[in-house]
């Protein structure tokens, strides 16, 4: 499940305890995650899964649950 | 160049413990948005042994942050101001209409960058004397007028290049100032990966993550140089590095070195070491070979770039290379954290990163051999923000010192030592060419110098022109090389009595018996000047301890002082038998002997 990596990676970027990371965490729930931090996030994520994301999907990826559905959207299965 | 992932990255950042490092304060001023940059700047820093704070100045407000009353990021203790003007927000229709321009829009545009710039770095200087960083405009990829472009005279990229023309010589006349060149950065990454179009028109972040490692790294390079903290020394492994196989086994005929494949990355490699050579980094080697072996391919194989003479220093023999590396620093007297040490294998690789985490390692792939050259050249640990004369002869310089000291060791005795050097001294009296290095050596020259009286270059020139002053300059070069001119004496006459107003030596030559044969030259010339006796003192500094006792050991009798605040007087008469000249000297030639 690309789930896992996904939030392992959200808890990188924004420097938050993994156990804290869930399918709602978005820029309302944690408090580093504002717009450039987001962009950081899609590059990480991009670089992660190796796809990119285009520009409409990433406007849309509003929390974590979102960016795990839109990459298995893409095909991403693990 | 980042072989960690971005995540990573920021993972490693916020397990480190950053605060205990000295603090570097690094403030970007620009009118795209960059922050996608700061792990890496961060990162970068770290891995210095910093702890970065960036600053980020206000979208698009480049001007006003580097005036005084900006929002203050600008500070006289700022590190380094990172800039970057993109000419689509300079100048939209340089950028993006150039096509409709006519002729005297153009040149209205030029000016208005010309004077942003200006008025930046007056800005920005009137503040601080930090390190200025500007990234120059990049090149379009694909130009307004299409081929057409470079077919006209001042077309798109012909108005680009010559705007950054303008910055780089705006940077040059300013101190601790200089230009990063985007198009390079760009050139590597390739431009359709360097750019990111989606952040571009969601964020006005134009530049891809690979852009921006590439970017950061390159400023980088500037900061580690301006920092002092650019590598002095590159320590090579042999086998599957500086020719593929092993010479042991394959022998000088079967190891894959020549022009062409499969051995010409290796030569290509070594003409990139060789490079690092003509820019003052010393060479050394730390092989598990026979040193025998080694040096054969050093000596007689036709495609070998690099040649013995290259080489300070090698520990080519079967201890660990943890060792043999510490081996090399003491016997280059450098510190480790000055050196970087290449190997192909990963053992070897990680003992060293285990055992000594002073010295930067890199790890070159044996099934890569075709990228050695590249994985060297864009490391950019030794460079260095400008090159003097002095760096193009560093290498050669601790080549030499590295031999005197190694055949000092072998040497029986001291004179036996000193008689192998065949030294070769050469006194005259100073002249027009000599004088500004004899006016340099009194004012750098500390530990072998009596009187520590500093000249001027017209100081010398009066010298040279008074009847009663003679100045003596002393040059030694030996069987391994010329040292130049090292030693001066002034030598001043008052009826029958001379007085030694200055002896002596740069540091570079002492402890080979120099000094005796510039005394008996000192004397023989005042007893040809006419005199009976010579005056000498001695004038303690925090650092001439060495020469205390250098006039009472040969022979000059002490003139009692009044008082403690003097300086040290001797005398000695002339008219006995003069000193003697030391026997080790291969052979001493004089203007006094003509």
């Known amino acids: ?78 | 160049m980042f072989k960690m992932a971005y995540a990573e990255i920021h993972d490693i950042l916020n397990r480190a413990k950053l605060d205990q490092l000295p603090k570097l304060d690094i403030s970007i001023l620009r009118n795209v948005v960059v922050e996608g940059m700061i792990p890496y700047l961060k990162f970068l820093a770290y891995e210095m042994g910093f702890r970065a704070e960036i600053r980020m100045g206000d979208y698009d407000n480049i001007v006003q942050e580097s005036l005084a009353g900006g929002s203050g990021i600008v500070k006289k203790d700022t590190d380094c101001i990172l800039i970057f003007s993109k000419i689509d927000g300079l100048s939209w229709s340089l950028a993006r209409n150039f096509a409709s321009l006519e002729k005297e829009e153009i040149q209205n545009q030029i000016l208005n960058i010309h004077k942003t710039i200006t008025n930046v770095l007056g800005g920005i200087r009137n503040q601080t004397n930090g390190m200025i960083l500007w990234c120059g405009f990049e090149l379009p990829l694909y130009p307004s007028l299409g081929i057409g472009d470079g077919q006209i005279a001042s077309g798109q990229s012909e108005i680009i290049a010559e705007l950054n023309n303008f910055l780089r010589s705006s940077l040059r006349n300013i101190p601790n100032a200089y230009y990063v060149d985007l198009n390079l950065c760009l050139a590597r990454v390739g431009g359709r990966a360097f750019y990111d179009e989606r952040y571009w028109h969601i964020g006005r972040a134009p530049y891809s993550r690979e852009g921006l490692a590439e970017i950061a790294s390159e400023a980088f390079k500037y900061i580690r140089a301006g920092k002092g903290k650019n590598k002095k020394c590159l320590v090579l492994d042999c086998d599957n590095v500086l020719w593929g196989g092993i010479i042991g086994e394959d022998g000088l005929s079967g190891i894959k070195l020549s022009k062409v494949y499969p051995g010409s990355p290796y030569t290509e490699f070594q003409q990139e070491v060789l490079n690092l050579y003509s820019r003052g980094i010393i060479l050394a080697l730390c092989s598990k070979n026979n040193d025998k072996d080694v040096w054969e391919v050093f000596r007689t194989h036709p495609d070998m770039v690099l040649k013995e003479n290259h080489i300070a220093a090698a520990e080519i023999n079967w201890e660990d290379k943890a060792t043999n590396l510490k081996k090399i620093a003491i016997n280059l007297n450098i510190g480790l954290e000055s050196m970087v040490f290449i190997d192909d294998s990963e053992f070897e690789v990680n003992l060293v990163r285990d055992a000594i985490p002073e010295i930067t390692v890199i790890h070159l792939p044996k099934d890569k051999s075709v990228e050695y050259r590249n994985i060297l050249a864009s490391c950019g640990l030794f460079d260095t923000l400008a090159l003097s004369a002095e760096d193009r002869e560093r290498g050669d310089m601790y080549r030499l010192e590295a031999l005197r000291k190694k055949m000092q060791n072998e040497a029986p005795d001291l004179e036996t030592y000193l008689r192998s050097l065949e030294m070769v001294v050469e006194l005259n009296l100073v002249d027009d060419y000599t004088l500004p290095r004899v006016a340099q050596l009194t004012q750098k020259t500390n530990q072998f110098n009596l009187t520590t009286r500093r000249y001027s270059e017209a100081d010398i020139r009066a010298f040279m022109q008074a009847e009663e002053v003679d100045v003596l300059t002393l040059r030694l070069s030996d069987k391994f090389g010329d040292s130049g001119l090292v030693g001066v004496c002034i030598l001043k006459r008052s009826k029958q009595t001379a007085l030694i107003d200055t002896l002596l030596l740069s540091c570079r030559v002492l402890g080979r018996g120099v000094e005796d044969v510039f005394i008996a030259q000192a004397l023989k010339l005042a007893r040809q000047r006419k005199c009976e006796s010579v005056i000498a003192e001695y004038y303690q500094t925090a650092k001439n301890e060495q020469v205390k006792n250098f006039y009472p050991r040969r022979g000059f009798e002490s003139i009692p002082r009044s008082s403690d605040k003097e300086g040290w007087r001797y005398c000695i008469s002339l008219s006995g038998p003069l000193m003697e000249e030391p026997s080790y000297f291969k052979e001493i030639r004089s203007f006094l002997n003509e």
């Not at chain 1, 990188?12 to 504002?34: G, R």
């Not at chain 1, 509003?62 to 839109?70: L, P, T, Y």
């Open chain 1, 1 to 78: 499940m690309p789930k896992e990596r996904v939030f392992k990676i959200i808890s990188q970027l924004m420097n938050v305890p993994l156990d804290q990371v869930h399918e709602h965490s978005s820029p309302e729930t944690i408090a580093k995650w504002d717009s450039f931090q987001h962009m950081n996030l899609i590059l990480a994520l991009e670089e992660e899964f190796n796809i990119k994301f285009g520009d409409e999907e990433i406007m849309q990826m509003g929390n974590a649950g979102v960016i795990v559905k839109s990459l298995q959207s893409k095909g991403v299965r693990d």
